[in-house]
């Protein structure tokens, strides 16, 4: 089921051969200086509301690390131990590059590289080299233009932090000009969105997500098209922002490959998950007036990569996609917070007879109303994120308690509605009441 | 002559229940001053905050600070650095002479940095007494924002020291400030107000801001130590400065918000 890469550590090894390079550079000009550190623990654990039955219990374990060499040079190091005995799962690797895939790997322990970075900052001038994140776009959640780098979909999109996104091996360089920002990076690593394991809490079961399949059939087995095709398969993308009165805005455009699977039949009865390179064109704007702060995306994907299903089975395609969506997040009085966002995805019928196996628009929602009492100690959250076409959805109400300021107790349920077709519905068996302790220091 | 006996009845009774009060221009004259005195073109320093409850339960805070006045913007970055469940989180903000203010805030966990309400002023910054206006104004009051009463005075080591009040102009702007009125012994000598006692919208007495120790950093005199006590919450926050010195070559990116998200600043 798995198909074999090629050798690894090879790999791994190609990738890094530029980092010691520079560290000895960095260490040329400084003695390195530990700045900061940061350790944290959570464990976080849930049952499942119709049963009663523990759907998740995960620890997690997280470092990282900053050192300065003199003024200009910073490095990074950051590195994460999952431990899992459930069937929420860690995720697929096999959607990982060689060079990103843990270091660690079983089925209930992984050891993953978070951050391994080397940066200079001089003069208006920024490098990053290493494994990073690039967070592009301004909604939250609602990937529009954030779509340069991979997510984890292994929790669907019920996480603390929405998105999680996937760190990769890359460049970036940051410079400003013309009174903004120029933004370029390459991530020469072709990691890909983490998908739950097959059987898995997250599993996807609606026909959308598994490229036409109906509800009750049973999956075919799926094999991952080979990861590691650096640098042909990197990502490359540029960004330019800048401020404007009382907001800023920003266009880009990158081109890679597809973070989002798409399905393709094999001769030997297998599907195999492909990610065929895209192109994405895309605008930011945000804006602050009075106690309102206005976001708004625009992305045109004029060659997305899709599924077809018609008379001759499952099809491959391309056609041209468009994503919006706009935000506004609102402060009232003593700590209230609200946020609200609306998206829109579309994909150009085109003149295909077969039918897409996705919708043709999704309209997505989101609204999230936080109160934090007694000076932050407390805080109070409840969340809606739903489709407004089809009424399905995810509530997820909340209360986090800072015991201390080691120790965050929280607590929570995800309430998923809808039916079994659909997006969010396919999962409304896995409502959950959740509790998360986590210790930093 | 009956239209002016109406308007005068009027005037009298809007002026008894408050509602049109004149600015005083003495103490209008003060307020620039204190909103004026001599800034520092940069400098940076570590800023420790002890936050203590009804309870008497202490929580610390550490954070990097810089500051930077020049070309009509002043510009404020805070960076915490301690405890560790807030390490990284950073806050900027750019008080215009001539156009809206801005102000960012970054969460590590996000990865990404969030603009910040113009009108969040009254909100509590990151779990202290102290409202994001209150860091904003650095011991000044937006003259934009107050009606300033006439001046009194108080002995002090055997001095008169001037007595600055002040009240909102309006509802709305109190909710905005989060206060409806000021009343605030100021220091002669170095034009920073010592004692500070607010009002909230509702004109109930709220928070009480004392500064302990003031020094001049390359003489510019500047707030060293300070306390805030919150009455109603019965929350107090002190604050005090270390390390603190001038950098007049500060560089302007170290306040770009979208430097936030790069880590700790990198402050000469």
Redesign the interface.
């Known amino acids: 089921m798995v198909r074999r890469t090629r050798d690894a550590s090879i790999r791994r090894a190609g990738s890094l051969a530029l980092m010691p390079l520079l560290l000895a550079a960095a260490l040329a000009e400084a003695a390195p200086r530990l700045?900061?550190q940061?350790?944290?623990l959570a464990l976080w654990s849930a049952v499942r509301t119709d049963d009663g039955e523990v759907s998740l219990a995960r620890l997690s374990a997280s470092s990282e690390w900053?050192w300065?060499f003199g003024?200009?040079w910073?490095a990074?190091l950051g590195a994460r131990l999952e431990l899992a005995d459930d069937d929420t799962g860690l995720g697929t690797v096999r959607t990982f590059a060689p060079a990103s895939r843990p270091l660690i790997d079983s089925e209930h322990a992984r050891l993953e590289i978070d951050a391994a970075t080397l940066?200079r900052?001089h003069?208006?001038q920024?490098i990053?080299l290493g494994k990073q994140?690039v967070?592009w776009g301004?909604l939250?959640g609602l990937r529009v233009t954030d779509r340069f780098a991979p997510v984890r979909l292994r929790d669907f999109v019920l996480t603390?932090?929405r998105p999680e996104?996937i760190s990769r091996w890359g460049v970036r360089v940051?410079q400003?000009a013309l009174d903004g920002?120029f933004d370029f990076a390459v991530a020469l690593d072709d990691t890909v969105d983490q998908l739950p394991n097959p059987g898995d809490t997250f599993s996807p079961l609606a026909p959308r997500s598994r490229a036409g399949l109906p509800l009750d059939a049973v999956a075919p087995p799926l094999v991952v098209a080979d990861r590691g095709h650096a640098p042909s398969d990197a990502t490359i993308g540029l960004r330019f922002?800048r401020?404007l009165?009382?907001?800023?805005f920003s266009v880009l455009v990158l081109d890679g490959p597809d973070t989002e699977p798409r399905f393709t039949p094999q001769p030997d009865g297998t599907v195999r998950l492909d990610y065929p390179r895209r192109s994405l064109f895309g605008a930011t704007f945000?804006?602050?007036?009075?106690?309102?702060?206005w976001r708004a995306e625009l992305a045109h994907i004029p060659d997305q990569p899709v599924n077809r299903s018609g008379s001759a089975g499952l099809l491959i395609d391309r056609e041209a996609r468009t994503l919006a969506g706009i935000g506004l997040?609102?402060?009232g009085?003593d700590?209230l917070f609200v946020n609200a966002q609306f998206g829109i995805d579309h994909l150009k019928e085109g003149a295909s007879d077969a039918a897409l196996v996705r919708p043709q628009t999704d309209w997505i929602g989101t609204v999230r109303v936080q109160k934090s009492l007694?000076?932050?100690?407390i805080i109070l959250r409840a969340e809606w994120i739903g489709s407004l076409a089809d009424g399905d959805g995810a509530f997820r109400p909340s209360v986090e308690w800072?015991l201390?300021?080691?120790l965050?107790l929280g607590a929570g349920i995800d309430w998923l509605h809808g039916q079994p077709d659909e997006l969010f519905g396919q999962f409304r068996d896995q409502s959950r009441a959740w509790l998360r302790l986590?210790a930093?220091? | 002559m009956r239209n002016g006996m109406l308007c005068l009845l009027f005037l009298a009774l809007a002026l008894a229940h408050g509602h049109v009060r004149a600015d005083d221009p003495d103490a209008r004259a003060l307020a620039e001053r204190i909103a004026t005195r001599p800034s520092s073109e940069g400098r940076v320093g570590i800023m420790n905050f002890t936050l203590t409850n009804k309870s008497g339960k202490q929580r610390e805070r550490v954070a990097k600070v810089a500051h930077a006045d020049l070309d009509g913007t002043e510009r404020l970055l805070i960076y915490f650095t301690a405890p560790a469940a807030i390490q990284g989180t950073s806050f900027v903000t750019h008080t215009h002479q001539q156009s809206v203010d801005e102000s960012w805030l970054y969460l590590p966990a996000t990865e990404r940095v969030r603009r910040i309400p113009a009108s969040q002023r009254a909100e509590y910054f990151l779990g202290t007494d102290l409202s994001y206006g209150d860091i904003q104004d650095n011991f000044s009051f937006g003259l934009d924002d107050w009606r300033f009463d006439p001046l009194e005075q108080v002995e002090r080591d055997g001095r008169r020291w001037p007595v600055l009040k002040g009240h909102a102009p309006d509802a709305d702007t109190a909710r905005e400030l989060g206060y409806s009125a000021f009343t605030a012994v100021v220091d002669p000598d170095t034009l920073i107000p010592i004692e500070i006692e607010y009002l909230d919208p509702h004109g109930d007495p709220l928070k009480r801001v004392e500064v302990l120790d003031q020094q001049r950093i390359e003489g510019i005199w500047t707030a060293m130590q300070f306390t805030v006590v919150n009455h109603l919450k019965r929350h107090r926050t002190d604050v005090y400065f270390s390390e603190l010195r001038h950098v007049p070559e500060i560089g302007l990116e170290v306040f770009d918000a979208e430097t936030l998200a790069f880590g700790a600043p990198r402050l000469p």
């Open positions: 700045e900061s940061r350790h944290q900053r300065r003024d200009r910073q990074e940066s900052q003069a208006g920024q990053v994140v967070a301004v939250d603390e932090v996104r940051r400003r920002w922002s401020g009165a009382a907001g800023s945000e804006a602050s007036a009075g106690a309102f702060v997040d609102w402060r009085e700590g007694l000076q932050d100690t800072a201390n300021d080691t965050r986590t930093s220091f």
